[in-house]
């Protein structure tokens, strides 16, 4: 096909034509917003990097989990922020944590919004790693059992889907056995399969309070250079019984996005990451780039990569933009 036999613009030149041959559909369906839930009464403390984003108490969270499902948003991921930390992380499996009391609060007046949690430790342990530290380095197998238990516990509250954000190895095994065994073998997991070592987190770690207080998780986290390997992380966690599994960042690592939708036939999910959502936000203020086609088209570009799901703080803003 070529020109002037075929002209592409032919299939442009209207609204109506260009709506009857677009590929891809962003959809309200396939957003989920996450929410930072923090104890206290009547608290929503503004986060200075994610304009329009909060540190919540229960009453808060329930409010904005009440908006987004209102706009048609399917699920919501929370993250805790406790009122103390130590070195085991606690607070992560306490019965009465902030993320087990936000569940159950939602779950309370909106239960058919599918509350998922983001499981880890990093926002719960002084020192901010993601797992049992020992000396200096992360000790992977004893911070396991800390993930199970810090799962069933969110389940045990109420939790429709637990996401494991650590990357320590083998946690998938360890969450799906724990869940089993206490009777909740209905409970999916959306493991967080391909999670890369990324400086797009920076926002994330003020909202959450979860920065490493000594070095960094470039050891259980994922090179940014690898591809690779991410076909190996996630062949791993959809053999350990992952439901759902994720690609995170979602904008910078569209080709893995890609290749993973190619090779595994689960739903892929892409976590659309605070420094992605704090650029645009911050270039928007700026006047230098337009907010809503910004998003609109940075969602769009990963669903077309290949993600199902997509995680994002814009998730309310462009459920409002999405036209019914
Ligand atoms: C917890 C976790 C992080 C994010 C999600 N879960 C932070 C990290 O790994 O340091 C980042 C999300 C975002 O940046 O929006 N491990």
């Avoid at 109420?158 to 360890?174: F, I, K, N, Q, Y």
């Avoid at 936000?281 to 570009?301: I, Q, S, Y």
């Amino acid at each position: 096909m070529l020109f002037p036999d075929y002209r592409p613009r032919r299939m442009r030149q209207s609204e109506a034509f260009r709506r009857m041959v677009r590929e891809t559909h962003l959809r309200v369906d396939d957003l989920i917003l996450p929410l930072f839930a923090i104890h206290g009464k009547d608290v929503k403390n503004p986060i200075p990097s994610m304009p329009g984003h909060f540190q919540l108490s229960v009453n808060h969270v329930v409010k904005a989990a009440e908006e987004a499902f209102k706009l048609g948003i399917p699920g919501v991921i929370l993250f805790g922020i406790p009122p103390k930390k130590d070195a085991l992380g606690t607070q992560a499996y306490a019965k009465d944590g902030i993320v087990q009391k936000a569940v159950r609060a939602i779950k309370d007046k909106l239960p058919d919004l599918a509350v998922i949690t983001d499981v880890c430790l990093c926002e719960y342990t002084d020192h901010g790693h993601c797992g049992v530290v020992e000396g200096h380095t992360i000790d992977n197998d004893a911070t396991l059992d800390l993930l199970a238990r810090t799962a069933l516990s969110h389940v045990k509250a109420g939790a429709d889907m637990v996401a494991p954000s650590d990357m320590m190895d083998g946690r998938v095994t360890e969450i799906r056995n724990a869940l089993d065994e206490a009777d909740f073998s209905h409970i999916p997991i959306m493991s967080y399969a391909a999670k890369y070592c990324s400086a797009f987190y920076g926002p994330f770690r003020e909202a959450a309070d979860s920065a490493p207080k000594f070095g960094d998780r470039r050891s259980y986290q994922m090179d940014p250079a690898n591809s690779l390997e991410a076909i190996r992380e996630v062949a791993m966690d959809v053999e350990e019984g992952a439901d759902i599994i994720m690609v995170k960042p979602a904008m910078p690592y569209l080709d893995i996005i890609c290749r993973v939708r190619e090779e595994f036939d689960l739903p892929v999910a892409a976590y659309n990451v605070s420094g992605e959502f704090a650029m645009v936000k911050a270039a928007a203020e700026r006047g230098w780039l337009d907010e809503k086609r910004t998003m609109m088209e940075m969602l769009t570009a990963i669903k077309r990569a290949g993600a199902d799901i997509i995680i994002t703080y814009f998730a309310m803003d462009a459920a409002k933009e999405i036209k019914p």
